[in-house]
């Protein structure tokens, strides 16, 4: 079928993203938060992104209004009812996703494809909640949205082959570069990169070198943009810690397993870039300190 209007459920960081990407490339979208405080938010960092993009000339200033107007925020699902696809972003846990979804699946028609853009769950274990597995996949969007060029386009057991195929095509229109993942742990990108910080932590546990070592290692030896502490911190140590629980339950091998040391951070509350420390002190955002741990 033809994809003309997108919901997207949540308006945060990742939820903002996606629904700025969709109005973005010409789909009437339609993105629902809980509560007109939070609504209000996400659409202003929507706002101010696209204004940026007129001050870069990416945009031009009426094509920043056809893009707003394409956009319509509301705090009722019933709004998400006539929609052709409509996607998930909202908290990372189980019960909340499911519960969503069975909503959706009332409200909805039967072609309405539903995705979830979870980064740790199983499609399927959100999918059973509704009466439409063949017609669920995953959207897993990278940080931030509008810049990061990948989407995981995860197919369940279940997901019929047309519906699939369709889903990675839109991933394609939304510009982004889709690619075919199977509904395991973590998918592509966090089943390699969560052992990875993992042992980066490991590694500064047993005295292999200090943070800012480590980073520098990573950065000079390997040619990453960035070193494993202070991607940790910019990824959030409890969103990494709760990834890596749910990867290690379904695995059960020691490399998923959380460092003690993660651990004890996230009890502490430091996690990372938006609590203002993490594996750095954040006291002075442009010159982050490392912490001593």
């Known amino acids: 079928m033809a994809i003309k209007k997108v919901g997207v459920v949540g308006c ?10 969709s109005a973005q490339c010409g789909y009437s979208t339609v993105v629902r938060e809980v509560s007109p405080e939070l609504l209000e938010k996400g659409l202003k960092g929507i706002e101010k992104n696209l204004a940026r993009l007129v001050e870069k000339g990416t945009i031009t200033e009426a094509a920043k209004g056809e893009i707003r107007a394409r956009l319509q925020g509301t705090t009722s699902l019933l709004d998400l009812k006539d929609c052709d696809v409509v996607v998930e972003a909202i908290i990372e846990k189980l019960p909340a996703k499911r519960e969503l ?24 274990e959100i999918a059973a909640s509704t009466k439409r597995p063949q017609r669920f996949v995953g959207l897993h969007f990278f940080n931030p949205v509008p810049v990061m060029k990948l989407v995981e386009v995860v197919r369940t057991v279940a997901t019929d082959a047309a519906v699939y195929d369709e889903m990675v095509a ?12 199977n509904d ?18 490991r590694a500064l546990e047993e005295g292999a070198g200090s943070i800012v070592d480590i980073d520098n290692s990573m950065k000079l030896g390997c040619g990453y943009p960035m070193g494993p502490f202070t991607l940790l911190d910019f990824v959030g140590l409890d969103t990494t810690y709760y990834i890596s629980e749910i990867m290690f339950d379904e695995f059960k091998e020691k490399r998923f397993a959380s460092p003690a040391l993660l651990k004890r951070m996230v009890l502490a509350g430091w996690y990372g870039k938006k609590a203002g420390r993490g594996f750095y002190d954040y006291a002075d955002p442009a010159n982050p300190k490392p912490m001593e741990l």
């Open 184 to 201: 395991s742990g973590g998918f592509i990108v966090n089943r390699l990169l969560v052992p990875y910080l993992l042992d980066a932590i």
């Open 12 to 21: 945060g960081l990742m939820g903002a993203g996606i629904a700025q990407v």
């Open 101 to 124: 979804f069975a909503e959706l699946d009332a409200l909805c028609p039967p072609q309405t494809i539903f995705a979830s853009n979870t980064s740790s769950l199983t499609i399927i």
């Open 170 to 181: 839109f991933g394609a229109k939304l510009g982004k570069t889709p690619v075919r993942a």
